[in-house]
C-alpha cells in the first residue's frame, strides 16, 4: 500500500512537470505497473536482483518475479509499459547471476537496467575484487551490454568504460542532484557526450533525491 500511494505521488509530480517517461528499479514492481497504467503514464520497469551466493539462479525468488512482471505487463496498454530486466549493481551480484540473466534478457528481447560505478569505493572495490576490472568492464565481459541497456549514475566511470558506453550504445542515466546530495562525485557529462556516449537524466529516486 504504501508503494502505491508512494508511486502514485510521484507520478503525479513528474506529470506536473512534463515528465512523461520514467524507468523504475524497484520491489514491488506489480504495484508500481498498476499505478502507470491508471495514471496514463509510459514507464520501463524492473524487479531489482541482488544474489550473494552461487546458488542456481533460475530457483532464485527475484528472478521469478522479474519473469512473472514481463509475463503480466511487458507491452501492456498498446505497449505503454515495458519491463526490463535488472541486476541492483556489481557489488550486490555473482558473476554466475550476471551471466545469466545476461542471457534472460536476451533470450527474451529484454533490456536491462543497472547500477555502475557510483562511488570511488564501488568502483576501487570491484576491481581488487574482479582482477583489475572496473564494474563495467565486469558486465561486458558477462554479457550484459549486448542487449539495450540503461547504467544509472557512472559517476567514476573510466575512459575505458565509455568507450564501451559508446560501442555498446549503453545510455547512461545521468542522477547529478542524488550525486551532490550524497557526496558520490561528479560525473564527466562533458566527456561522455563528446565521445559519443547517450546520456539520460535520472533522479535515483525520492531518497537519495528529495524529489522527482
Excluded at 509510459?42 to 512482471?69: C, G, H
Excluded at 568507450?163 to 550524497?182: D, M, T, W, Y
Aim: charge should be negative.
Amino acid at each position: 500500500e504504501s508503494v502505491r500511494v508512494g508511486t502514485e505521488l510521484a507520478i503525479a509530480e513528474m506529470l506536473a512537470n512534463g515528465i512523461v517517461s520514467f524507468s523504475d528499479m524497484y520491489m514491488f514492481e506489480d504495484i508500481v505497473a498498476e499505478a502507470a497504467l491508471s495514471t496514463g503514464i509510459k514507464a520501463n520497469l524492473s524487479r531489482s536482483i541482488v544474489s550473494f551466493t552461487d546458488d542456481d539462479p533460475a530457483k532464485d525468488f527475484r528472478v521469478a518475479e522479474s519473469l512473472r512482471l514481463v509475463s503480466d505487463y511487458h507491452g501492456a496498454d498498446d505497449g505503454r509499459l515495458r519491463v526490463d530486466m535488472s541486476l541492483h549493481a556489481e557489488y550486490t551480484n555473482t558473476e554466475r547471476m550476471s551471466r545469466y540473466v545476461a542471457e534472460l534478457a536476451k533470450e527474451k528481447g529484454l533490456g536491462v537496467q543497472v547500477h555502475v560505478s557510483e562511488t570511488e569505493k564501488e568502483h576501487l572495490e570491484a576491481m581488487a575484487r574482479r582482477g583489475g576490472k572496473t564494474p563495467t568492464e565486469f558486465f561486458c565481459d558477462c554479457g550484459l551490454f549486448d542487449v539495450p541497456t540503461t547504467a544509472a549514475h557512472c559517476v567514476w566511470a573510466s575512459e575505458n568504460d565509455m568507450c564501451i558506453f559508446a560501442e555498446k550504445g549503453v545510455s547512461v542515466a545521468h542522477n547529478p542532484v542524488s550525486n551532490l546530495k550524497l557526496g558520490s562525485g561528479v560525473m564527466p557529462l562533458r566527456k561522455m557526450l563528446d565521445m559519443g556516449v547517450n546520456v539520460t537524466l535520472g533522479t535515483d529516486g525520492a531518497a537519495s533525491n528529495n524529489n522527482l
